[in-house]
C-alpha cells in the first residue's frame, strides 16, 4: 500500500511561514500520482488547498491561498512540500496530503491519505 505522513505544522502569528512536507512511501506507490494537500479547520468540510501533477510543472491552487501558498514535490525523495507565507487565522485548520492517479481538486479523486498535521495561525 502507501503511506503519506504530514510533519511541518505548528503555531505561527499572522503574517508568518510554515512549510508542511508530506514523506510517501509503500511498495505501491508511484511518483506519476498526482499529490494534493487538502485542509480542514473545525465544523467545516474538508476543501482543496493545491495539487501538483507528477512532474511539478503543472500546479492548481485554491482563490483562497493563491499566491501565498507554493506546492513542490522530489520524486527521488518522493516528498511534497507546502510552502506557506503570509499566513491568515482562516488559514488554521489540520492540513492533509494526498495523491492518487489523475487526481484534481475533488477529495474524491484521491486514493490515499495521511494523517493529517495541524496548522494554527494566532491574530
Known amino acids: 500500500q502507501v503511506q503519506l505522513v504530514e510533519s511541518g505544522g505548528g503555531l505561527v502569528q499572522a503574517g508568518g511561514s510554515l512549510r508542511l512536507s508530506c514523506a510517501a512511501s509503500?511498495?505501491?506507490?508511484?511518483?506519476?500520482?498526482?499529490m494534493g494537500w487538502f485542509r480542514q479547520a473545525p465544523g467545516k468540510e474538508r476543501e482543496f488547498v493545491a495539487t501538483?501533477?507528477?512532474?511539478?510543472?503543472?500546479?492548481y491552487y485554491a482563490d483562497s491561498v493563491k499566491g501565498r501558498f507554493t506546492i513542490s514535490r522530489d520524486n527521488a525523495k518522493n516528498t511534497v512540500i507546502l510552502q506557506m507565507n503570509s499566513l491568515k487565522p482562516e488559514d488554521t485548520a489540520v492540513y492533509y496530503c494526498a495523491a492518487g492517479w489523475g487526481a484534481f481538486t475533488a477529495a474524491d479523486t484521491y486514493d490515499y491519505w495521511g494523517q493529517g498535521t495541524q496548522v494554527t495561525v494566532s491574530s
Open positions: 509503500g511498495r505501491t506507490f508511484s511518483s506519476s500520482y498526482t
Open positions: 501538483s501533477n507528477w512532474s511539478g510543472d503543472s500546479t
